[in-house]
C-alpha cells in the first residue's frame, strides 16, 4: 500500500479552494433555480427557451466544479469555516426580459469577476473560471439581443 503525505501548506491551500468553490456552486444553484423557475412562469415561451438555455450552461459548469471540488477533497482536509447559506435570491423581482438580463449580470458575471481576483487560486482553477465566465458573457449577450429584438 502506498500512502502519500500531503505538505500542510498544499492542504490549506486546497481546502482554501475548495471552500470558495464550494460557495460559489451554491450560488450558481440559487441563481438557475431561481431563472428556472421564472422560465417556468414566463408566457413568452420563446423568452423561457433562451432562459432554459441559459441555465441548462449554468447546470454544465455546475457540474465541471462540483468534479473540481471531489478532486480537491481527494485528499482529506479541514475545513473549519461552517458552510452558508446564501441569502434567498427574491424571484418576484425578475418581471421582465431587462431584470432577468441584470439577474444573470449579478449572479453570474459578477461572481465569477470576484472569483478571478482572488489570488489564491491555482492557474487550472483560473483558467476553468475563465472559460465559465467567457460562457456566461456569451449567453447573456444572447439574452440581452434576444431582448432588443423582442422590443423592435
Same mark, same amino acid.
Given at each position: ?11 490549506? $491551500? !486546497? @481546502? !482554501? #479552494? @475548495?471552500s470558495k468553490l464550494r460557495e460559489l456552486l451554491l450560488n450558481l444553484r440559487t441563481a438557475r433555480k431561481t431563472l *428556472?423557475?421564472?422560465?417556468?412562469? %414566463? ?6 427557451k433562451c432562459i432554459h438555455l441559459f441555465t441548462s450552461e449554468s447546470l454544465q459548469c455546475e457540474n465541471e466544479i462540483?468534479?473540481?471540488? *471531489?478532486?480537491?477533497?481527494? %485528499? ?17 423581482? +425578475?418581471?421582465? #426580459?431587462? @431584470?432577468? %438580463?441584470?439577474?444573470? *449580470?449579478?449572479?453570474?458575471?459578477? $461572481? !465569477? ?7 489564491? +487560486? ?5 483558467? +476553468? ?13 444572447? +439574452?440581452?439581443?434576444?431582448? *432588443?429584438?423582442?422590443?423592435?
Amino acid at each position: 500500500m502506498l500512502f502519500v503525505t500531503i505538505p500542510d501548506n498544499d492542504l490549506a $491551500k !486546497y @481546502s !482554501y #479552494m @475548495s471552500s470558495k468553490l464550494r460557495e460559489l456552486l451554491l450560488n450558481l444553484r440559487t441563481a438557475r433555480k431561481t431563472l *428556472e423557475g421564472f422560465a417556468n412562469t %414566463c408566457f413568452d415561451k420563446s423568452f423561457a427557451k433562451c432562459i432554459h438555455l441559459f441555465t441548462s450552461e449554468s447546470l454544465q459548469c455546475e457540474n465541471e466544479i462540483a468534479s473540481q471540488i *471531489e478532486s480537491l477533497d481527494g %485528499c482529506p482536509h479541514y475545513d473549519k469555516t461552517p458552510q452558508q447559506k446564501p441569502k434567498p435570491i427574491a424571484a418576484d423581482k +425578475l418581471l421582465h #426580459m431587462d @431584470s432577468v %438580463c441584470d439577474f444573470c *449580470e449579478k449572479a453570474y458575471i459578477d $461572481k !465569477y469577476l470576484q472569483m478571478l481576483k482572488d489570488s489564491h +487560486l491555482g492557474s487550472s482553477l483560473k483558467s +476553468l473560471m475563465q472559460n465559465h465566465l467567457r460562457l456566461f458573457l456569451s449567453s447573456l449577450t444572447q +439574452l440581452r439581443q434576444f431582448t *432588443e429584438a423582442a422590443v423592435n
